[in-house]
């Protein structure tokens, strides 16, 4: 007799998941959350806003995945799914209300998915945001056992007046830098090129925990800046690097003058930049280098952005010139 297990797909093993992660998952809970998990579809009341404009982004941990599968490191995946949406809903002042995952795999292994989903709870606590629902699918015949594919969605919420979108920005305002954590979750074909054998040294560890060092959140940072100066620009530097992200938000007729000497460039990605032979340029192109966001703010504000961050330090300034961005 056939049965849906004899197909490739085990319910109960879906079960075990949801029994790994409830108790988990809850905690992230807030009073806004009116369900619990298991319902059809997630509920998440607004209250407190004049004028709210919901600000959603989705978004996956891409290649990265390859890393953590070979490697058998999955705690830090989950926290790369939630980072690399939330950062991008922070680049308007917006908070993140609630989060949701979908999971896709080959043959679902319940400790492997409750390890991803961790990741997911722990970095929605960091952010003060709630993981209400996902979706776990097992697909035999589309992927592989052992293959796995991580997804998120996000949503934000910000009032309308408050809505940062690069309008502001003038010409003499200054761009600040925050660190990024490593490659975050961009660039990884290329990556995975140059570094094949993910359990070779490097700095004295294997070098897939340097390659998994998750990315980086930055809605605490944001909200500290937010609570102390105004914040004419902000943008998430992920896949294009410094050259396609910072564009999105100068208005026509300025530019970002940002001197490259003065980017912090870590070690593994100078690394990654001699050993594959690759051009500065196309490094700038594909990688953060290093600057995880960046932060457009007035002159006479840029002093107390600093000293609100730690790490951040000054790259460049706003100009006047038909070009959006000039490293030089």
């Not at 609100?308 to 000054?314: F, T």
């Amino acid at each position: 007799m056939n049965t849906y297990k004899s197909a490739g797909v085990d319910k109960e093993e879906g079960y075990k998941t949801v029994e790994k992660i409830k108790t988990a998952v809850a905690e992230t809970h807030n009073k806004n959350v009116l369900n619990n998990l298991g319902s059809f579809g997630a509920f998440y009341e607004i209250g407190g806003y004049k004028n709210p404009v919901l600000v959603s982004g989705t978004d996956g941990v891409g290649t990265k995945l390859k890393v953590a599968l070979d490697s058998k490191k999955y705690d830090s995946i989950g926290i790369d799914c939630f980072a690399m949406c939330a950062n991008d809903i922070v680049c308007h002042g917006a908070k993140p209300l609630f989060f949701l995952d979908y999971l896709a795999c080959g043959k679902l292994d319940s400790e492997i998915a409750a390890e991803v989903v961790m990741g997911m709870v722990k970095a929605c606590k960091d952010n003060e945001c709630a993981l209400i629902g996902g979706e776990t699918a097992e697909m035999p015949g589309m992927y592989n056992p052992g293959d796995y594919d991580v997804a998120g969605f996000c949503v934000g919420i910000v009032e309308k007046e408050q809505i940062i979108d690069g309008s502001k920005i003038r010409k003499g305002d200054k761009i600040i830098a925050l660190p990024s954590s490593g490659f975050h979750s961009n660039g990884f074909s290329l990556v995975r090129k140059i570094f094949p054998d993910f359990n070779e040294e490097f700095e004295g560890k294997p070098i897939h925990e340097t390659l998994l060092i998750p990315t980086k959140l930055y809605y605490q940072d944001i909200k500290k800046l937010m609570s102390n100066i105004e914040i004419h620009g902000i943008a998430h530097i992920t896949g294009g690097g410094l050259i396609e992200n910072v564009p999105r938000i100068i208005p026509n007729g300025l530019c970002a003058k940002i001197e490259e000497s003065k980017i912090k460039v870590p070690s593994i990605m100078l690394e990654l930049e001699k050993r594959g032979n690759i051009d500065r340029m196309e490094m700038h192109g594909t990688f953060n280098m290093g600057v995880g966001m960046v932060v457009i703010v007035a002159a006479e504000n840029s002093q107390k952005a600093l000293e609100s961050v730690d790490g951040a330090y000054e790259i460049g300034e706003i100009v006047q010139d038909s070009e959006k961005i000039i490293l030089m």
